[in-house]
């Protein structure tokens, strides 16, 4: 089958690979229609991790089933299905709490496993014609059948999800003033689900114009880094700080002073200072404790200058993850299948699977509007 494989930084290739089949009873077989590719996905293609060449990418995976192994009792061949980033067993004691991205069954000696990933384990990603999705039962979303919001379905696999977390972890509550930092997709559906949760303010910063311009689109007030302070601008602004903020940029994080450099902290320790005291941040921006491109030791270990004077002074609460993705695709579905929420104002571009290094190269460089890439193997 034809795949998306890694071949060494800024360079990825369409290739033959062995096709996909199920390898244990409890797993299924999905033809593949829908494929998205993340910011998450850049970290590896930049070489900032530790990711070998080889390595079939794709954790945004939507299909249909083409084939169920013969201990699978709920999913059927046929079935349009969604599939959380997340691996996950069902059955252990943070999956059973519905902490689904910390499973510690499908990824011995760690927490959490995901398709296509770098230190998540062996599951090969499903930027590729099919895919092989373990623990099928307890993993397929299934969708209404048909091709009708496929792409609204395919935001489900994990950046939805992902900003609707960003919300949970942050504790966003109706009428309160949330600041956003990146109008990635993730920042984008942190405002989109912090409005959904009721909001009654929200502020996006970024200075890439189509994404600001996406924030505007659903309400929320822009903040263009590149010209103004933004922590001081949303201080002034709320009266005194956000109730709540989120980090959807994580450590590749350009600096607000000088955006031609990395300052891996930059985004933490501007929410540090956005939000109003005993406030809470929600931090899905992706921190790791290996960075072979970080600008020095400390930061190439993970270990970064957080402020956390300020953070106790003020006494502010942060959670931070791997979003638990099943814990909240199902509600989110249904937003999308009554017509409550169309996250598909994100995707910016649909294009095959032979086009991924293309698209790869003009998402990275967010040049000519690419926000988000569907890719359809
Ligand atoms: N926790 C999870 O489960 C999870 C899931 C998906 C993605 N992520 C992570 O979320 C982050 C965002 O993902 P994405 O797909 O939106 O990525 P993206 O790379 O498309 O977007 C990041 C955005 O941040 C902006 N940015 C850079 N520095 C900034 C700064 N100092 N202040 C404000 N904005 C800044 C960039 O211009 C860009 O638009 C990544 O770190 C990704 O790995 C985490
Ligand atoms: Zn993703
Ligand atoms: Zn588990």
Redesign the pocket.
């Given at each position: 089958m034809k795949a998306v494989v890694y071949q060494g930084p800024f360079d990825v290739a369409v290739q033959e690979v062995a096709d996909a089949r199920i390898e244990h009873p409890g797993d299924v077989l999905v033809r593949v229609t829908s494929s998205a590719i993340?910011?998450?996905d850049?970290?590896m293609y930049e070489g900032r991790t530790d990711a070998d060449a080889g390595m079939v990418f794709g954790h945004e995976n939507l299909g249909v089933v083409e084939e169920v192994g013969s201990a699978v009792t709920r999913v059927r061949k046929g079935q349009r299905v969604v599939m959380p980033?997340n691996v996950a067993c069902g059955f252990c004691r943070n999956c059973e709490k519905g902490f689904t991205?910390f499973c510690t069954t499908v990824n011995p000696g760690f927490a959490g496993g995901a398709y296509g990933y770098v230190s998540m384990g062996p599951y090969r990603g499903g930027q590729a014609e099919y895919l092989r999705v373990p623990f099928a039962d307890f993993n397929c979303l299934v969708l209404p059948e048909g091709e009708e919001n496929e792409a609204d379905y395919a935001m489900l696999a994990?950046?939805f999800p992902?900003g609707y977390?960003g919300c949970e972890l942050a504790g966003v509550s109706p009428g309160e003033t949330v600041a956003v930092?990146?109008?990635?997709?993730?920042?984008l559906m942190a405002a989109y689900s912090a409005f959904l949760r009721g909001a009654s303010r929200v502020f996006v910063?970024?200075?890439?114009p189509e994404?600001l311009r996406l924030a505007e689109q659903i309400g929320a007030v822009a903040v263009d880094?590149s010209s103004v302070d933004p922590a001081g601008m949303i201080v002034e602004e709320t009266g005194g700080g956000a109730d709540k903020g989120i980090d959807?940029?994580?450590y590749?994080?350009?600096?607000?002073g000088d955006p031609s450099q990395e300052?891996p902290a930059?985004?933490l320790n501007?929410l540090i200072a956005t939000v109003r005291p005993t406030g809470a941040l929600g931090v899905?921006?992706?921190y790791l404790t290996s960075d072979p491109g970080g600008g020095d030791e400390q930061a190439r270990q993970g270990r970064l200058a957080f402020d956390i004077g300020l953070m106790f002074e003020k006494g502010l609460r942060m959670g931070t993850?791997?979003?638990n993705v099943k814990r909240y695709n199902r509600q989110l579905r249904d937003l999308i299948a009554q017509g409550r929420a169309t996250p598909s104002f994100v995707v910016s571009h649909e294009v095959a699977l032979d086009q991924a290094p293309m698209a790869y190269d003009k998402f990275d460089r967010?040049v000519e509007g690419y926000t988000k890439v569907v890719l359809h193997p």
């Open positions: 993340c910011g998450s850049l970290h980033f991205g994990d950046i992902t977390h930092y990146g109008a990635g997709p993730v920042g910063v970024d200075r890439v994404r880094f959807a940029v994580g590749q994080a350009r600096g607000h300052e930059g985004v501007a899905p921006g992706l993850g791997q979003a967010h």
